[in-house]
């Protein structure tokens, strides 16, 4: 069973997965807190950088901007597609195996809130050639 403090965490808290684009740091997940239907991070990209079209094959996607602002791109049923400006206070969900991406376009670093369901995703993330570990600052 999972010890109740590790339901708290802060990114700082955590080994970040970083890329040539920002860097993503997992606080809630089944290898952190034994999380079971979901696992979640923090990901902090700055300004002029952004990842690149990826989906996620059997996995949908919550995202939500904290901090900054950005253009997200979400593929419709079609493969077309589609981008709309995004800033703090905008949810937006990827539906299961959509391609999508995301670039800040502003000034300031972005900060986003993203939700795997299922879990995995963020292991996937490791094989990227780009892929460093960034170690916890706790």
Same mark, same amino acid.
């Given at each position: 069973?999972?010890?109740? *403090?590790?339901?708290? *965490?802060? #990114?700082?808290? $955590?080994?970040?997965?970083? &890329? ?5 740091? $997992?606080?809630? +997940?089944?290898? $952190?807190?034994?999380? *079971?239907? &979901? /696992?979640?991070?923090? $990901?902090? @990209?700055?300004?002029? %950088? ?17 901090? +900054?602002?950005?253009? %997200? ?17 905008? /949810?937006?969900?990827? !539906?299961?195996?959509? &391609? ?6 502003? /000034?300031?670093?972005? %900060?986003? &809130? @993203?939700?795997? /369901? !299922?879990? +995995? !995703? ?6 990227? #050639? ?9």
């Amino acid at each position: 069973m999972t010890d109740v *403090k590790d339901l708290f *965490k802060y #990114p700082r808290d $955590v080994d970040a997965y970083g &890329f040539d684009w920002g860097q993503l740091s $997992v606080t809630l +997940g089944p290898k $952190v807190n034994d999380a *079971k239907q &979901f /696992s979640a991070a923090v $990901v902090t @990209v700055p300004p002029g %950088q952004g990842h690149s079209r990826h989906n996620h094959p059997g996995s949908e996607e919550i995202i939500f901007i904290l901090k +900054g602002e950005g253009e %997200q791109m979400i593929e419709d049923e079609t493969g077309a597609p589609h981008t709309e400006t995004v800033s703090a206070g905008c /949810s937006v969900f990827i !539906p299961e195996s959509r &391609f999508h991406s995301t670039l800040n376009t502003g /000034s300031e670093e972005m %900060q986003i &809130f @993203v939700v795997y /369901s !299922p879990a +995995g !995703p963020e292991e996937l993330l490791k094989e990227m #050639p780009d892929f460093h570990l960034i170690p916890a600052k706790v």
